[in-house]
């Protein structure tokens, strides 16, 4: 059981746009800044958003963060068959003195 | 560039310990803080640990605390996570990862505990 609740699973077609939701508590998403993960199949995780809606560089602008409250949502637009893999979003949690991830949410571009 | 390498996992019995290692190159090694992450087979991302720049202050996740311990050698560039009292559910690839944020990761090292 992750302390952020992410759904398993969303998926969409090409060229479309998705959202990925991230759901926390006053203790981690509400007071700390939130990052998303991108793990494609058999590969190392690669950080997409920091600080709640920064992008490294060479991330395509394709990708967004945005936090409100105790939740964060990752959104893709523009949708291509490469980006089907685990996402994940982590933060600290206060409370805990201790880093989280959420469970993982598995993109399929049908 | 950035490089971290781990190494030091295996194949190890329950209750018995092992010591792994991130070797990091291409960056001011003792100006960042150094993360611990784990991926049991077929799971999802799991922090295990987390250690400032000047060793004052590390931090541990309760499945770990107490067992492991992480550390580092600026001198070496060297960070580490020593484990003991091994249980078959820290099976895992086991990826340092630079501080903040978490942009670059090493490739993993797989440690088994199995009889």
């Known amino acids: 059981q992750s302390v952020l609740t992410q759904p398993p699973s969303v998926s969409a077609a090409p060229g479309q746009k998705v959202t990925i939701s991230c759901s926390g508590s006053?203790?981690?998403?509400?007071?700390?800044?939130v990052s998303w993960y991108q793990q494609l199949p058999g590969t190392v995780p690669k950080l997409l958003i920091y600080d709640n809606n920064k992008r490294p560089s060479g991330i395509p602008d394709r990708f967004s963060g945005s936090k409100s409250g105790t939740s964060a949502t990752l959104g893709i637009t523009g949708l291509q068959t490469g980006d089907e893999a685990d996402y994940y979003c982590g933060t600290w949690d206060s409370s805990l003195s201790a880093g989280v991830f959420g469970g993982g949410t598995k993109l399929t571009v049908l | 560039q950035v490089q971290l390498v781990e190494s030091g996992g295996g194949v190890v019995q329950p209750g018995r310990s092992l010591r792994l290692s991130c070797a990091a190159s291409g960056f001011t090694f003792s100006s960042y803080g150094m993360h611990w992450v784990r991926q049991a087979p077929g799971k999802g991302l799991e922090w295990v640990a987390v250690i400032s720049n000047d060793e004052s202050n590390k931090y541990y996740a309760d499945s770990v605390k107490g067992r492991f311990t992480i550390s580092r050698d600026n001198s070496k560039n060297t960070l580490y996570l020593q484990m003991n009292s091994l249980r078959v559910e820290d099976t895992a690839v086991y990826y340092c990862a630079r501080s903040s944020p978490t942009d670059y990761w090493g490739q993993g090292t797989l440690v088994t505990v199995s009889s």
């Open positions: 006053s203790s981690n998403i509400g007071n700390n800044y």
